[in-house]
């Protein structure tokens, strides 16, 4: 079992950055890859980013390439989301999720495991 708590979140004008974090529990962090998704009012989740085990690998979205960054810290159990240039668009709920997946990593909300309660981004214009 693995929990997932994401922080950093909050209130941003544009233009502007924030960088999220997601603490997982346990000791097998590093057997999981990791995914930072979104999911806006109105719209379906989608995958902005993830990062295989070793972080060695990653995928961003077309629409946050160049702008956010996902790294993790096997050591402290983190996932994070560093996320410059934010627009209004980016507003959503953030959630980190952990896959157990023989992938390497994967963007499919249906390869992963556990997720976190959500964290909401609100990028003002």
């Known amino acids: 079992q693995v929990q997932l708590v994401e922080s950093g979140g909050g209130l941003v004008q544009a233009g502007g950055s924030l960088r999220l974090s997601c603490a997982a529990s346990?000791?097998?962090?590093?057997?999981?890859?990791m995914g930072w998704f979104r999911q806006a009012p109105g719209k379906e989740r989608e995958c902005v980013a993830a990062?295989?085990?070793?972080?060695?690998?990653?995928y961003y979205a077309d629409s946050v390439k160049g702008r956010f960054t996902i790294s993790r810290d096997n050591a402290k159990n983190t996932v994070y989301l560093q996320m410059n240039g934010l627009k209004p668009e980016d507003t959503a709920v953030y959630y980190c999720?952990?896959?157990?997946?023989?992938?390497?990593?994967?963007?499919?909300?249906?390869?992963?495991?556990?997720w976190g309660q959500g964290t909401q981004v609100t990028v003002s214009s």
């Open positions: 999720a952990a896959s157990a997946s023989t992938l390497t990593l994967t963007t499919s909300i249906g390869n992963y495991d556990y």
């Open positions: 346990g000791r097998t962090f590093s057997s999981y890859s």
């Open positions: 990062i295989s085990r070793s972080g060695g690998g990653t």
